[in-house]
């Protein structure tokens, strides 16, 4: 997000992957805030993280059944400015082509109701760093196809699970031998499929700014087995491939050890993932107790990292701004109004 001050009662807004603020104002992603002017000396209570949780993306992970821009409509009529969609069925590895109509509606009816930014979650099959060859080929191939799909029907991210080794062959390369310094065993195999996915799109796009990037996704391990799914790996990977930063899931974060509650544990996440972007929250509570490694997602508020821990991660200076994605149980159609609305009162509506 871009904060630029007009007339001394107004300041404007907007979201942008730009670095600079257009020149004019009349931005259909612009929110104008209004506010009286203050008598000579006197001093303002007006803050800008009150303008930021104004501004914050907030949304979830809507259906595609009937079609792509469906996901659209039901996000909006959640109220939501951001989403996160499935471009297939994400258990398997069998695709269907995605009609030219249909993504040229979906690009149509994204602008028309201004959801921004828009993820494409990844096939859940896909493992990066797995040690088997044919499984990592065939996970390179998914990834390129979903980041092709972002690509066409205009979706910001690709947000993707990293996976993990699940054995280490007598040729498998070594941290110490590939100059890395991670301790995690997955690590350099994942970097090597970023970089071909990567680089090959490179290639095509020749660094094109219409191309979507990569998130890389920490998962629910705890730490001692956290290999190539650690956050600190992810981070790393993501600096060396060229990947566009990471999505942060709280339930994921707390499972694998992370007392996000704390303002030491949330500065310890803070250090992992310095040095790389943070695009994307995953906000989500906890079944699970700390350190788990168990993957269970709960209702705000309702699971171990609670109210408070939820409020203080999304107010926490690193993350605060970031568009926040709720991927909570839905079992009852009041499941996501009721998350979204808990959701907005951590951030302060």
Same mark, same amino acid.
């Given at each position: 997000m871009i904060l630029r001050k007009g007339a001394p009662e107004k300041?404007?807004?907007?979201?942008?992957k730009s670095s600079a603020a257009p020149k004019d104002?009349?931005?259909?992603?612009?929110?104008?805030?209004?506010?009286?002017?203050?008598?000579?000396?006197?001093?303002?209570?007006? !803050?800008?993280g009150s303008i930021i949780n104004v501004m914050r993306r907030l949304?979830?992970?809507?259906?595609?059944?009937?079609? =792509?821009?469906?996901?659209?409509?039901?996000?909006r009529a959640l109220g939501c400015s951001t989403l996160q969609i499935f471009s297939h069925n994400p258990r398997g590895w069998a695709l269907t082509d995605i009609p030219e109509e249909e993504a040229r509606r979906f690009r149509r009816l994204r602008?028309?109701?201004?959801?921004?930014?828009?993820?494409?979650? %990844?096939?859940?099959?896909?493992? @990066?760093?797995? %040690?088997?060859?044919?499984?990592?080929e065939k996970s390179l191939l998914m990834l390129d196809e979903e980041m092709r799909r972002a690509d066409l029907i205009g979706a910001d991210y690709v947000v993707v699970h990293a996976g993990q080794p699940a054995g280490r062959p007598a040729d498998?390369?070594?941290?110490?031998?590939?100059?890395?310094? *991670?301790?995690?065993?997955?690590?350099? =195999?994942?970097?090597?499929? @970023?970089?071909?996915?990567?680089?090959?799109?490179?290639?095509?796009?020749r660094a094109g700014p219409q191309a979507a990037g990569l998130l890389l996704e920490?998962? %629910?391990?705890?730490?001692?087995?956290?290999?190539?799914?650690?956050?600190?790996?992810?981070? =790393?990977?993501?600096?060396?491939?060229? $990947?566009?930063?990471?999505?942060?899931? *709280?339930?994921?974060?707390? $499972?694998?050890?992370?007392?996000?509650? *704390? $303002?030491?544990?949330?500065?310890?996440?803070?250090?992992? *993932?310095?040095?790389?972007?943070?695009r994307l929250v995953h906000l989500n509570d906890s079944k699970g107790q700390i350190g788990s490694g168990l993957d269970r997602h709960e209702h705000l508020g309702k699971g171990r990292i609670g109210t408070?821990?939820?409020?203080?991660?999304?107010?926490?200076?690193?993350?605060?701004? @970031?568009?926040?994605? =709720? !991927?909570?149980?839905?079992?009852?159609?009041s499941d996501d109004p009721m998350n979204l609305e808990a959701a907005r009162a951590l951030i302060g509506r």
């Open positions: 300041l404007w807004a907007f979201w942008g104002d009349s931005l259909d992603d612009a929110v104008c805030l209004e506010f009286e002017p203050l008598a000579a000396g006197k001093k303002s209570d007006f !803050e800008i949304g979830v992970h809507a259906s595609i059944a009937g079609g =792509l821009p469906k996901s659209l409509e039901r996000a602008e028309k109701l201004g959801l921004d930014p828009v993820f494409i979650h %990844a096939c859940y099959l896909i493992n @990066l760093a797995s %040690a088997n060859i044919g499984t990592r498998y390369p070594s941290d110490h031998e590939s100059g890395g310094d *991670t301790g995690d065993s997955g690590y350099v =195999l994942l970097v090597q499929s @970023l970089k071909k996915v990567l680089g090959s799109r490179k290639k095509r796009f920490n998962a %629910a391990c705890p730490p001692q087995f956290g290999g190539a799914a650690s956050i600190k790996t992810l981070a =790393l990977a993501a600096g060396s491939s060229g $990947a566009a930063g990471l999505c942060l899931d *709280t339930c994921h974060a707390f $499972a694998s050890g992370y007392d996000i509650r *704390t $303002a030491s544990g949330l500065s310890e996440l803070a250090r992992q *993932t310095q040095g790389v972007s943070v408070g821990g939820l409020r203080r991660f999304i107010r926490f200076g690193p993350f605060r701004g @970031l568009p926040l994605v =709720l !991927e909570t149980p839905r079992k009852e159609e």
